[in-house]
């Protein structure tokens, strides 16, 4: 017998009986990334709501250029491994709206306009998974007018499938919380990170909609602050207990006996189930370990990289000195001196508890069980 309704007998979620899942934007809220369609030529503008003004502004940004599409993704007005792949293929169909007419040059503005989408940034194998699966759509076509057509139903293809990927990672994932426990995120996995509810805050939340009384810790994430601006701007919107916690506070807070799991997101996963993250999720995962915590990656199927062996063989962003210098618009560190700013680590697999997929749980060793999900069997 359930102790309250969405709760199963052992404390879990009880996610079937609750239903159906979470809605991915709550009511009034500007979604994260849309195609917006045009009535009067057929063409349309890729809509971001921009990320580098929350929690303070909701501003969604019209983008009809490659270059702005690019520049966007750049600078993390749209990000989160799974949102700009959904944008990347987007930002396909926009070059597609403005290529020349004939079909040998159109072709080549179109490769050019993925070289420039793919490399936005290297680490979120999501991005040029999505751009290169759109480019795949249209390899056997000419015409200009049909490969916009296709391109865009590729794209929203894309952008369903992560929604109903989120929703799927969301109740695999939910049947490992217990009711009254606190578990620790990091980063911004939710909605603002994805087309649906999220990754590892999806889990949180699918739990948190079935019912269960939850506590959800996140650090703030220096230098861009993905925790303290949208992670726990997500958790505010949809009424769930939150705490903030600066990232140096961590390890007294595994030490604590709290925190009952850590769920993380993946910005890609090698063979072998080393997993790449938001810088600091390596620190998170080995404090796990030490203070016996589970630590689960939730990431979509299209984040898997079956290319590389291992992952010292992902390419880890390095950004820009002064997001370091600096905190928001305040100067915080002297002009000029010089900085490290990976923007992603690697947590080997070994300290890995899970992988959670929209396919469902997998459990070590990951080489077999991954190829077993890729595979559907
Ligand atoms: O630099 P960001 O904000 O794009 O980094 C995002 C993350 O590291 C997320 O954890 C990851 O992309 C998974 S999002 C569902």
């Not at 390899?139 to 049909?146: C, F, G, I, N, R």
């Not at 799927?168 to 049947?175: P, S, Y």
């Not at 217990?178 to 949180?204: F, K």
Request: glycine fraction near 10%.
């Amino acid at each position: 017998m359930s102790a309250r309704p969405g709760v199963s007998a052992r404390g879990g979620a009880d996610v079937n009986a609750a239903g159906s899942s979470p809605p991915a934007t709550p009511a009034g809220a500007a979604p994260t990334v849309a195609w917006r369609a045009s009535e009067d030529d057929g063409c349309g503008a890729l809509e971001l709501l921009d990320q580098t003004r929350l929690p303070h502004e909701s501003v969604v940004l019209r983008l009809t250029d490659v270059a702005s599409v690019r520049a966007a993704i750049g600078r993390l007005s749209v990000r989160g491994a799974p949102a700009i792949g959904v944008a990347g293929a987007y930002g396909l169909v926009v070059a597609a709206q403005t290529g020349p007419a004939a079909p040998a040059e159109f072709r080549e503005h179109l490769t050019s306009a993925a070289d420039r989408l793919r490399t936005a940034r290297p680490t979120a194998v999501n991005l040029a998974w999505a751009v290169d699966r759109c480019l795949d759509s249209v390899a056997e076509m000419d015409e200009p007018t049909q490969i916009r057509t296709r391109l865009l139903a590729e794209a929203r293809t894309i952008h369903a499938e992560d929604e109903a990927a989120c929703a799927a990672m969301g109740r695999h994932g939910a049947t490992l919380l217990r009711d009254g426990a606190s578990y620790l995120t990091h980063c911004n996995t939710g909605r603002l990170a994805t087309a649906g509810i999220g990754t590892a805050l999806g889990v949180l939340i699918t739990g948190h909609d079935a019912g269960l009384e939850l506590e959800v810790f996140v650090g703030e994430v220096r230098p861009l602050l993905q925790g303290s601006r949208l992670t726990a701007f997500e958790l505010q919107e949809r009424d769930m207990r939150g705490r903030l916690l600066p990232d140096s506070a961590a390890a007294p807070l595994l030490r604590s006996g709290r925190i009952e799991g850590v769920f993380v997101g993946a910005d890609r996963i090698a063979r072998n189930g080393d997993a790449a993250n938001k810088i600091g999720t390596y620190g998170l995962a080995e404090l796990a370990h030490a203070h016996g915590v589970p630590f689960y990656v939730v990431a979509p199927t299209s984040t898997l990289d079956p290319s590389l062996d291992n992952g010292d063989l992902i390419l880890i962003e390095e950004r820009a000195a002064d997001e370091v210098l600096a905190f928001g618009q305040a100067r915080a560190g002297p002009v000029g001196f010089p900085v490290w700013n990976p923007a992603f680590d690697v947590t080997p697999a070994h300290l890995i508890t899970a992988i959670i997929t929209e396919r469902g749980i997998a459990r070590p060793p990951f080489e077999s069980a991954l190829a077993q999900q890729f595979l559907g069997a």
